[in-house]
């Protein structure tokens, strides 16, 4: 039986060969792989890294911690925008200007996290919606933030060195993102991690086992914040140009759902998450344009509603699509992924 009888094992990255050899092939595939693929995909790529940043620090707030939040977007817009305004304001480095703007969407984390001393359940969603929708309506009228018209993003340079196309952009997101998922799967292994998931099992039992409820739980919005305004900042950059417009509710509810279609309480299943829902976002927007499908969706619009609609059923089968995951696989991708590992460790039998 594989047992761990030591906390350095516990926590060590890989314990085999063979993890070893899959991760150096990890590597040698994310270095390949933009040099080899079209710039469309490229672009793709980095949402999707993107979103797997986003994801994880969801995940970390509503799987390991069990609070909910229906305001990153929130979050989102102000690691966006602080990254750009501080870079054009006051010429900080992309870096430097990333890490503050991160550090600024945890600051406002941790306020947010303070009615979760209190709050539980759909009364604390209510009070992250309403912080998600006040930080759009303050956006939105500021000036200094570009009022509704909003702001384009400098010019994007590191060390000197300008990047201006998506494979630039794909190393600077991708290395983050690496970096950012190590981070959290290292924390969850933690005297953190563990108050964390204890937090979420039991709040009651884990105060009587002397874990600190008012900074565990505002720790937890922090963090998540923080990974939120990190992705923010990059998605500034792989747009080009934000507007209020961009954090709407909706792109809260699309986070959600990506960390429960991934898998609650799962760092990989959040990378699964982020990779598969970004890609139906973007595969379902251009559903006009597949062969024969599209016609047949374009003639029914005309009939029966507008043209102008036609988007709102990309939205509709997205949304079919999380509902018949969740009633057939409640544990999400993660589960999929779970059950299909121990059938082929188990096959023939």
Do not use: C
């Amino acid at each position: 039986m594989d047992m761990k009888r030591d906390y350095y094992e516990d926590i060590q990255l890989l314990d085999s060969k063979v993890l070893w050899f899959w991760f150096l092939m990890l590597i040698a595939a994310l270095v390949t792989f933009p040099f080899l693929a079209p710039s469309y995909y490229i672009y793709m790529a980095n949402y999707m890294a993107i979103n797997i940043i986003v994801t994880i620090g969801l995940n970390i707030l509503v799987g390991y911690t069990g609070q909910i939040s229906l305001g990153h977007a929130g979050f989102f817009a102000i690691g966006a925008y602080g990254t750009v305004l501080l870079m054009k304001a006051f010429h900080f480095p992309f870096l430097f200007a990333l890490v503050a703007a991160a550090f600024i969407a945890a600051f406002f984390g941790f306020v947010l996290g303070l009615p979760a001393l209190r709050l539980e359940g759909p009364y604390l969603a209510i009070a992250t919606l309403g912080f998600g929708m006040a930080i759009t309506q303050v956006i939105g009228r500021w000036e200094v933030f570009g009022g509704r018209m909003g702001v384009e993003a400098p010019a994007l340079s590191l060390f000197g060195i300008s990047i201006t196309t998506d494979l630039g952009r794909y190393f600077i997101t991708v290395t983050i993102a690496f970096l950012m998922v190590l981070g959290a799967r290292n924390l969850m292994k933690t005297r953190v991690g563990r108050a964390f998931i204890a937090i979420r099992d039991s709040d009651i039992a884990a105060e009587t086992m002397g874990v600190n409820l008012v900074y565990y739980k505002t720790l937890a919005f922090a963090v998540s914040a923080f990974y939120t305004g990190v992705a923010g900042g990059l998605f500034a950059f792989l747009l080009g140009f934000i507007s209020p417009s961009t954090f709407n509710f909706i792109l809260s509810i699309y986070f959600l759902a990506f960390v429960i279609v991934g898998g609650l309480g799962s760092i990989f299943g959040s990378i699964m998450g982020g990779i598969v829902m970004t890609w139906l976002m973007l595969e379902l927007d251009k559903i006009q344009e597949l062969p024969y499908l599209g016609g047949l969706l374009i003639g029914f619009s005309e009939k029966f509603m507008t043209v102008a609609g036609l988007p709102n059923i990309a939205s509709i089968i997205f949304g079919l699509i999380i509902i018949l995951l969740v009633v057939f696989e409640p544990l999400g991708l993660y589960g999929f992924w779970i059950r299909t590992k121990i059938y082929w460790k188990t096959w023939p039998f």
